[in-house]
Nanobody, 127 residues
Framework: QVQLVESGGSLVQPGGSLRLSCTAS????????IGWFRQVPGKEREGVSCISPSETSTYSTDSVKGRFTISRDNAKNTVWMQMNGLKPEDTAVYYC????????????????????WGQGTQVTVSS
């Protein structure tokens, strides 16, 4: 069965760093774009970044550009998101998800385009 499992979330101080991991099974990771999303209670799920299968295309939303970097190793069935310079407004549950296709860009970073989701990992940024 298709599974995506996030890990790496924790409580960090403002300005700190975390690396989130997304490990996939049950499908060929190298054939799909993977996206990262985040959600705060009472708010809509927000697209954060995506990466195409061969890393030809990556995209990050304006609020995290220059701070977050997405990468992947298809042989390891893993996608990472390195988060630097964390801010309190980055606090959320972070999810990885599988896109139905192999594209990446702002138009594809909407939750309706993704057909499989992980369980989420909590990131809390607080002093």
């Amino acid at each position: 069965q298709v599974q995506l499992v996030e890990s790496g979330g924790s409580l960090v101080q403002p300005g700190g760093s975390l690396r989130l991991s997304c490990t996939a099974s049950g499908f060929t990771l190298g054939r799909h774009t993977i996206g990262w999303f985040r959600q705060v209670p009472g708010k809509e799920r927000e697209g954060v970044s995506c990466i195409s299968p061969s890393e030809t295309s990556t995209y990050s939303t304006d609020s995290v550009k220059g701070r977050f970097t997405i990468s992947r190793d298809n042989a390891k069935n893993t996608v990472w998101m390195q988060m630097n310079g964390l801010k309190p407004e980055d606090t959320a549950v972070y999810y990885c998800a599988k896109l139905r296709w192999a594209y990446c860009g702002s138009r594809y970073l909407t939750s309706s385009n993704y057909d499989s989701w992980g369980q989420g990992t909590q990131v809390t940024v607080s002093s």
